[in-house]
């Protein structure tokens, strides 16, 4: 019988109420995991066994009173979307999209790396095409996962001695609710529907036609984590559909 990737793992997963984070939670669940610690400001559904944190990734009080205890894996994936071009962008909006993106991501990061000190263990960063292809209108929420991506570079030649693996996926397009902050597309979802909304950017903004569903991105987000790929650190999985060619 085939063991399942993630028997008997102890995983963290933020952003877990929704979206890839969910998804990502699920997967897991459905791979064996015997510890889900799942952190998210909102409610995350009960449909599967998890321990639930309710807090805010900036919060580093969060982070000093979590028992990450025997924690194999980690997934560091809250985030925010935002838009708004340079010149009319507030600072009060670029720091928080930052503060949650960035700041966020470095407390879960930091968080994970020590509790896998001496054992060993995986990370994925849920960074953006965004990070890697220039566009107007999100400079902020752009730049933020750029310095993700970077970050995972310089946490895997830093964990690397201590067996600890650290990547990036930096998916474009992805069929989940942070798109419905962004006014152009709640807008068009509202006159369409978000699905035909999704199919119309998709046909104009992917090479494929398509933009990937949060499962999709949870199996590849495995792939990362998962001794199917021991030798790979360092590195982002572009999944984009050839939106970045």
């Not at 979590?66 to 670029?94: C, K, Q, R």
């Not at 990070?131 to 030649?157: F, N, Q």
């Not at 690397?160 to 990036?168: D, E, F, S």
Request: proline share 3%; net charge negative; hydrophobic share 50%.
């Amino acid at each position: 019988m085939r063991m399942s990737l993630f028997s008997g793992k102890s995983i963290l997963v933020t952003g877990a109420a929704s979206g890839i984070g969910l998804a990502v939670a699920r997967y897991c669940a459905d791979q064996g995991a015997a510890r889900l610690i799942l952190v998210d400001r909102d409610s995350i559904p009960a449909d599967f066994a998890h321990e639930a944190v309710a807090g805010d990734v900036r919060d580093e009080a969060l982070w000093d009173a979590l028992d990450l205890t025997g924690l194999d894996h980690a997934v560091v994936n809250a985030g925010v979307a935002g838009a708004g071009a340079i010149a009319e962008l507030s600072l009060e909006a670029w720091r928080h999209i930052l503060s949650i993106n960035l700041d966020g991501a470095f407390l879960t990061l930091r968080a994970a790396m020590r509790a896998m000190r001496g054992r060993g263990g995986s990370i994925v960063l849920t960074a953006s095409a965004a990070g890697v292809k220039a566009e107007p209108g999100v400079a902020a929420y752009g730049t933020s996962k750029a310095a993700l991506i970077h970050l995972a570079k310089v946490a895997a030649k830093e964990g690397a001695p201590q067996r600890i693996r650290v990547n990036a996926i930096a998916p474009a397009g992805v069929e989940t609710p942070v798109w419905d902050a962004i006014p152009m597309f709640a807008e068009r979802a509202a006159e369409v529907g978000r699905d035909a909304a999704f199919a119309e950017m998709a046909a104009i903004a992917t090479p494929l036609g398509r933009y990937a569903k949060p499962e999709e991105i949870a199996r590849q987000i495995g792939f990362l984590l998962s001794e199917q790929s021991a030798l790979v650190t360092g590195t982002t999985l572009l999944s984009d559909g050839g939106y970045t060619l």
